[in-house]
């Protein structure tokens, strides 16, 4: 279970988790007509077997898992109201690593920091503080009867082969050579791959001072450099702190993207501005603030 993370605790040691893929989140839930920060599942490789005892509308969004409602084909972004008894078959993924599933009304899950979202290391969150596992059930919330869902008139695609960033905290401990390396060649998702961090293999590349600094916080989407000269990108369960130099940061529009890259997968960096970062975020949040405005 998670919805937009359990922000400002990281003074207190306390990552923020939230979907790995914010944005596909966001979209789900504007589709049943839940508040964009509501609560839902998501799946990561594969996907499960869901039996609803109630009537529902549910949908599915973010990277392609093939999915069957009682064997016939389930549509990703659309809204679908079904009755009680009803099955759900979802796949393993045809495209990036995550899909959401999200129901109007949300889930009935006491709320710890203010969040629904699983922080499986502390196993707080969620249900039980875990992965969902066969035969746990989670109670529906009480859906607004009012709520109108938002109607998606175009296909979701971002192009995950470039990862844009901005300079980060040691920028300057690395050389023209090392920032060179840094963007022209692609680097590799690697198996160890999980929501706290994503390692890669590629161009490795040092800085001209220590390999370590002392330790300070370390922000969403960091990347960082260890002993190996292989970049690190911290994510969404990351831990607060570390001892890495930090040559880039993930801006803020391509975080949806690093939640749907998976091992294997290929990308070359791209250095941007820190205004053109802000461009683009803002570009992000215009598309989802006028997808709110078009509620039926």
């Given at each position: 279970?998670?919805?937009?993370?359990?922000?400002?605790?990281?003074?207190?040691?306390?990552?923020?988790?939230g979907a790995a893929d914010s944005l596909s989140l966001r979209l789900?839930?504007?589709?049943?007509?839940?508040?964009?920060?509501?609560?839902?599942?998501?799946?990561?490789?594969?996907?499960?077997e869901y039996l609803f005892q109630?009537?529902?509308?549910?949908?599915?969004?973010?990277?392609?898992?093939?999915?069957?409602?009682?064997?016939?084909?389930?549509?990703?972004?659309?809204?679908?109201?079904i009755k009680k008894g009803a099955k759900l078959t979802i796949g393993s993924t045809r495209d990036g690593a995550r899909c959401y599933l999200a129901v109007q009304?949300?889930?009935?899950?006491?709320?710890?920091?203010?969040?629904?979202?699983?922080?499986?290391?502390?196993?707080?969150?969620?249900?039980?503080?875990?992965?969902?596992?066969?035969?746990?059930e989670i109670n529906i919330g009480d859906p607004d009867q009012k709520?109108?869902?938002?109607?998606?008139?175009?296909?979701?695609?971002?192009?995950?082969?470039?990862l844009r960033i901005t300079r980060g905290l040691q920028h300057d401990w690395f050389d023209s050579a090392a920032w060179k390396a840094l963007q022209e060649r692609p680097y590799t998702i690697s198996q160890a791959f999980d929501r706290m961090g994503l390692r890669t293999t590629g161009p490795a590349i040092h800085s001209l001072t220590a390999q370590q600094i002392t330790t300070e916080g370390i922000p969403l989407g960091a990347v960082q450099?260890?002993?190996?000269?292989?970049?690190i990108i911290s994510f969404v369960d990351h831990q607060t702190t570390g001892g890495y130099p930090k040559i880039a940061n993930?801006?803020?529009?391509?975080?949806?993207?690093?939640?749907?890259?998976?091992?294997?997968?290929?990308f070359q960096f791209q250095l941007v501005t820190m205004e053109?970062?802000?461009?683009?975020?803002?570009?992000?949040?215009?598309?989802?603030?006028k997808l709110t405005r078009t509620r039926q």
């Amino acid at each position: 279970v998670q919805d937009l993370g359990r922000k400002g605790y990281a003074h207190l040691g306390i990552s923020a988790a939230g979907a790995a893929d914010s944005l596909s989140l966001r979209l789900a839930n504007l589709l049943v007509g839940n508040p964009e920060h509501e609560s839902a599942l998501e799946m990561t490789i594969i996907g499960g077997e869901y039996l609803f005892q109630q009537d529902a509308c549910i949908t599915l969004a973010g990277s392609y898992f093939p999915a069957q409602i009682d064997g016939k084909e389930f549509p990703y972004y659309q809204a679908c109201h079904i009755k009680k008894g009803a099955k759900l078959t979802i796949g393993s993924t045809r495209d990036g690593a995550r899909c959401y599933l999200a129901v109007q009304g949300g889930f009935q899950l006491p709320p710890q920091l203010g969040s629904h979202s699983t922080h499986i290391m502390t196993k707080i969150g969620g249900l039980d503080g875990g992965i969902l596992q066969k035969g746990q059930e989670i109670n529906i919330g009480d859906p607004d009867q009012k709520a109108a869902g938002i109607t998606l008139n175009q296909t979701i695609q971002l192009d995950r082969s470039i990862l844009r960033i901005t300079r980060g905290l040691q920028h300057d401990w690395f050389d023209s050579a090392a920032w060179k390396a840094l963007q022209e060649r692609p680097y590799t998702i690697s198996q160890a791959f999980d929501r706290m961090g994503l390692r890669t293999t590629g161009p490795a590349i040092h800085s001209l001072t220590a390999q370590q600094i002392t330790t300070e916080g370390i922000p969403l989407g960091a990347v960082q450099v260890p002993g190996n000269g292989r970049p690190i990108i911290s994510f969404v369960d990351h831990q607060t702190t570390g001892g890495y130099p930090k040559i880039a940061n993930v801006i803020t529009a391509d975080i949806c993207k690093v939640g749907q890259f998976k091992p294997g997968d290929k990308f070359q960096f791209q250095l941007v501005t820190m205004e053109e970062a802000e461009v683009l975020r803002l570009e992000q949040e215009s598309f989802v603030e006028k997808l709110t405005r078009t509620r039926q």
